[in-house]
């Protein structure tokens, strides 16, 4: 099976290059609509340059798989603010999917805490469809076919009922919308079998958390639920994705660390090995690509993995012995 590594947001080898230059709403505020439109355009292009500089930096890299940040548009879903984020944008944005596509580099997104489909505050679900509708917008102005996280979100009053208001919300979703869509299982509230029987009625696929599992489980045999929950992606076009990261301390064990604990690592490879199925990896801790390099190293020196390129490899039967 084949393993594609990758992190998220931003690069912290590339110190002098960002894709996330913002301007606040107070500051959108001190200047006129037009004065402060023009300043958002021009960060948006800055941004968007940068976000392509990472890309070339992580093809050079071998890296084939990249968390988009939402910051790459600032204010985009305040209703205070109004501007065309879209259509002047388009041809310096096209480089963006072209890139990609040429170089077989995929890209999510995993849009923020205040997306919440099934909050009971119907404010908050206006406010999460235009979260998802922003994203969308963001696959349609790159040029790119990607799909985006979220998880079930509340447990209020109870998980039958909130499960229930997800499911009546997901349906009334675009569907556009919808087929972007990919459900996490969370590290407080709903397990792996919770979100997998979600996802095998609404045929959505599925993203295991690998540390969330660790911290929210009832004791669920993760390996034998990994053919469910690979077979959720059977019809979606990409390979299964799945998120690693490590604790920060015993108590901070909900907290991504700065590393990876390769032996942590090591030993979930071990679990996903016996379904033999190509996953993608993404790593989400707070040394970006430099904890994926990190921790390439390390597999190369306590494993006798192959790698078919710097950070991509192969498991097979001789990878642990």
Known sequence: MKIHLGYVALSLTLEDTSYSRTMTYTSYKKKDAEESNKILSEKIKNNINGLLEILKYNYDNDIRFFRLSHKVIPLATLDEVSFDYMSPFINISKKIGAFSKKYNIRLDTHPDQFCVLNSINEDVVKASFKILDFNNNLFKLFSIDGKMVIHVGSSVPNKDEAIKRFKENFKNLDDEIKEKIILENDDKTYTVLEVLEICEELKIPMVLDYLHYKCNNNSEDLVSLLP??????????????????????????????????????????????????????????????????????????????????????????????
């Open 228 to 321: 469910r929950i690979f077979a959720t992606w059977d019809n979606s076009g990409f390979v299964p994705k799945i998120h690693f990261s490590t604790s920060k301390s015993r108590k901070e064990k909900r907290s991504h660390s700065f590393y990876i604990n390769y032996k942590d690592f090591i030993n979930f490879l071990k679990k996903i090995a016996v379904v033999d199925r190509d996953v993608d990896v993404m790593l989400e801790c707070k040394g970006k690509d430099e904890a994926l390099f990190r921790l390439v190293r390390q597999l190369k020196f306590y494993t006798n993995i192959k790698f078919i390129d710097n950070v991509n490899f192969i498991l097979d039967k001789e990878s642990f012995t």
